[in-house]
Every structure is written in structure tokens, then in C-alpha cells.
């Protein structure tokens, strides 16, 4: 149990890790306090370019790929297995949201929960992804397909994995993916919400 434990906090402090910033950092740019204020790739492929952007993202995803993939296979035999790997999994996507490092002032989630995905249940993943797309080139907002394939992942889970530990995790990363794109519901709204595409907001 001391192990999973480890695992645990192990997961949480890497995914606090600030990427974004650290990407930044070189270009004298603070993605906290540019662009969209918020400090993930997407705000960093709007400031600096998608090279960057995806560079982040690959971070992003990264932190939480390796945490639940060495929960898999380091606490194979430990009393309520599945839901230690939910849990790891939950704590690299707190971490990104509520970073330790920046006052528990993080990003909004969505690439760390597609690697918490890719490693429980990558089938879940893979019927996000075009729907992710889709709801981005139809709209040409990224937030649009952020949320939509957010509510989706936990239905993807449920159809994909017999856990009920992976499918209360993807319920719970849905709900706060949603919390924290509040803002950029309210822009949705008053159709202010910036666009990949040119010309448009």
C-alpha cells in the first residue's frame, strides 16, 4: 500500500509540472499572462506557433501517460488494483489542473486526461479524437471540441472498459474539464470565444 501511495503522490507532482510555462520561458512569454491566460498548448501554439503548441502538448500528455502506465504495471496484486490506477491517473490530471508549483493555478486538463485515456482505455481515446476534430473544423473553436469530446469520453468508457473505477474517473475529469472551460462558455455565449480560423473571432 506504501508503494501505491507513492505512485500516487509520484503522479500528482509530475503532473503539476508547468510545460507550458517551461516552453515559454526561453521566448520571454508567460502563456498565464498572454493569449487566452491559460497555460496549455493550445494557448501556446496560439502565441508562440504549433510547433511549440504540439510540443507542449506531447508534455502535457506525457505526465500522464508514464504515471498510470507505471501504476499498471508496478501495482499489478494490490488490494483494489483498478482504482489505484484510476486514482494515479485522477492525481497527474489534478496536478496539471491545480499545479503545486503555480498556487494550484493550471490548465484546463484536456491534454492530460487524453493520456490518463491512452493508457486505461485507449479505445475511449481513439472515439474521442475524430469527434474532437470533427467539433473543431465544424465550429473552428478548439474549446467546442474540448468540451464535446469531454462529455463523450465517459460514455466511450463505460461501452470500452468493464472498470467502474475508469468510468468514475472519466465522469470526474468530464465534469471538471467543463468547470474549468466556464469562461470560455460564457465567450461561446456572447460569441466571443476566438477562432482558429482567419477572419473570425
Given at each position: 500500500?506504501?508503494?501505491?501511495?507513492?505512485?500516487?503522490?509520484?503522479?500528482?507532482?509530475?503532473?503539476?509540472?508547468?510545460?507550458?510555462?517551461?516552453?515559454?520561458?526561453?521566448?520571454?512569454?508567460?502563456?498565464?499572462?498572454?493569449?487566452?491566460?491559460?497555460?496549455?498548448?493550445?494557448?501556446?501554439?496560439?502565441?508562440?506557433?504549433?510547433?511549440?503548441?504540439?510540443?507542449?502538448?506531447?508534455?502535457?500528455?506525457?505526465?500522464?501517460?508514464?504515471?498510470?502506465?507505471?501504476?499498471?504495471?508496478?501495482?499489478?496484486?494490490?488490494?483494489g488494483y483498478p482504482w489505484w490506477v484510476a486514482g494515479t491517473?485522477?492525481?497527474?490530471?489534478?496536478?496539471?489542473?491545480?499545479?503545486?508549483?503555480?498556487?494550484?493555478?493550471?490548465?484546463?486538463?484536456?491534454?492530460?486526461?487524453?493520456?490518463?485515456?491512452?493508457?486505461?482505455?485507449?479505445?475511449?481515446?481513439?472515439?474521442?479524437?475524430?469527434?474532437?476534430?470533427?467539433?473543431?473544423?465544424?465550429?473552428?473553436y478548439v474549446s467546442v471540441g474540448s468540451l464535446v469530446a469531454?462529455?463523450?469520453?465517459?460514455?466511450?468508457?463505460?461501452?470500452?472498459?468493464?472498470?467502474?473505477?475508469?468510468?468514475?474517473?472519466?465522469?470526474?475529469?468530464?465534469?471538471?474539464?467543463?468547470?474549468?472551460?466556464?469562461?470560455?462558455?460564457?465567450?461561446?455565449?456572447?460569441?466571443?470565444?476566438?477562432?482558429?480560423?482567419?477572419?473570425?473571432?
Open positions: 500500500m506504501l508503494k501505491a501511495w507513492g505512485v500516487l503522490i509520484a503522479a500528482y507532482l509530475l503532473g503539476s509540472i508547468p510545460f507550458a510555462l517551461l516552453v515559454c520561458r526561453p521566448f520571454g512569454v508567460d502563456p498565464r499572462r498572454a493569449g487566452s491566460g491559460n497555460p496549455g498548448a493550445t494557448n501556446v501554439a496560439r502565441l508562440l506557433g504549433k510547433k511549440w503548441g504540439f510540443l507542449t502538448l506531447v508534455l502535457d500528455l506525457g505526465k500522464a501517460v508514464f504515471p498510470v502506465w507505471l501504476a499498471k504495471n508496478w501495482l499489478t496484486g494490490v488490494p491517473g485522477l492525481a497527474a490530471f489534478l496536478g496539471h489542473l491545480f499545479p503545486v508549483y503555480l498556487r494550484f493555478r493550471g490548465g484546463k486538463g484536456v491534454a492530460s486526461s487524453a493520456g490518463v485515456l491512452l493508457v486505461v482505455c485507449p479505445q475511449a481515446l481513439a472515439a474521442s479524437l475524430p469527434i474532437f476534430i470533427l467539433a473543431v473544423a465544424l465550429s473552428g469531454s462529455l463523450l469520453a465517459p460514455v466511450w468508457v463505460y461501452l470500452f472498459s468493464a472498470e467502474r473505477a475508469y468510468v468514475a474517473m472519466s465522469v470526474v475529469m468530464a465534469v471538471l474539464i467543463w468547470i474549468k472551460h466556464r469562461d470560455n462558455l460564457k465567450r461561446l455565449l456572447r460569441g466571443e470565444e476566438k477562432s482558429w480560423r482567419k477572419g473570425k473571432k
